[in-house]
């Protein structure tokens, strides 16, 4: 069975750092891309960060470059998002995602490329 989990969400001040992780499994990275989302309250979900393994691409919404940090391990058939400086319109539920990214896409960030969701961790930034 495909499935992917995240962890690692909580709670942190403004300025302050969080590493999210998804951990895949019944399939290996290599043939798949890897998407970070978030939704907040009354809020569209919308694509943080993205990663295709089979092509080598990665992807950041304009309001985490420089901030945030996608990465995969494959030893440990996860992948990560680094979170810095992180700011209070950063509060959200996290979602990580996943595509066989070797059929091809059109928009490697877009949730319509993705064919299966974990369940979300909260990312709450506040003083």
């Known amino acids: 069975q495909l499935q992917v989990a995240e962890s690692g969400g909580g709670l942190v001040q403004p300025g302050g750092s969080l590493r999210l992780s998804c951990a895949a499994s019944g399939f290996i990275l290599d043939d798949y891309a890897i998407g970070w989302f978030r939704q907040a309250p009354g809020k569209e979900r919308e694509g943080v960060s993205c990663?295709?393994?089979?092509?080598?691409?990665?992807n950041y919404a304009d309001s985490v470059k420089g901030r945030f940090t996608i990465f995969g391990d494959k030893s440990k058939n996860s992948v990560y998002l680094q979170m810095n400086s992180l700011k209070p319109e950063d509060s959200a539920v996290y979602y990580c995602?996943?595509?066989?990214?070797?059929?091809?896409?059109?928009?490697?960030?877009?949730?319509?490329?993705?064919?299966?969701w974990g369940q979300g961790t909260q990312v709450t930034v506040s003083s």
């Open positions: 990663i295709s393994f089979s092509d080598v691409n990665t």
């Open positions: 995602a996943a595509f066989k990214a070797t059929r091809g896409y059109m928009n490697l960030c877009s949730p319509l490329e993705y064919d299966f």
